[in-house]
C-alpha cells in the first residue's frame, strides 16, 4: 500500500487561491490513479477531482469544474489541487486517494489509500 501524506491547508478568505499537495511512498506504483475527496462537517465524503498517471486525463466534480486545477508530478511523487475563486462551501478536510481501481472514479470506495487529510476553511 502506498502512503499519502497531504500538506498545505489553511484559513483562507472567500475569492483567494490555495494548492494543496498529496506526497506519496511506498508502493508507488499504485499511484496510477489517483484522487481528491473532500468531507464538509456533518456531510458524507465526495468526489473532488481525478487524475491518471501521465496526466492526460482528469475528472472534476461539478461544483470545481473551472476553479480548481489537478496536476501530478510524478518525478516527486506529488499530486497538487489548485483552488481558485475559493468559496465557503469548498470549506472542508481534503483527503488524497490512490490505488484507484477505475481511472476518474467518484467512489470513494474505488481507492484503497488514503492520507490522514488537510483542513480549508475559506470565511468572508
Known amino acids: 500500500q502506498v502512503q499519502l501524506v497531504e500538506s498545505g491547508g489553511g484559513l483562507v478568505q472567500a475569492g483567494d487561491s490555495l494548492t494543496l499537495s498529496c506526497a506519496a511512498s511506498g508502493r508507488t506504483s499504485s499511484t496510477a490513479h489517483m484522487a481528491w475527496f473532500r468531507q464538509a462537517p456533518g456531510k458524507e465524503r465526495d468526489f473532488v477531482a481525478a487524475i491518471t498517471w501521465g496526466s492526460s486525463s482528469t475528472n472534476y466534480a461539478d461544483s470545481v469544474e473551472g476553479r480548481f486545477i489537478i496536476s501530478r508530478d510524478n518525478a516527486q511523487n506529488t499530486m497538487y489541487l489548485q483552488m481558485n475563486s475559493l468559496k465557503p462551501e469548498d470549506t472542508a478536510v481534503y483527503y488524497c486517494?490512490?490505488?484507484?481501481?477505475?481511472?476518474?472514479?467518484?467512489?470513494?470506495?474505488?481507492?484503497?489509500?488514503w492520507g490522514q487529510g488537510t483542513q480549508v476553511t475559506v470565511s468572508s
Open positions: 486517494a490512490a490505488d484507484g481501481t477505475a481511472w476518474g472514479s467518484p467512489r470513494s470506495d474505488d481507492y484503497d489509500s
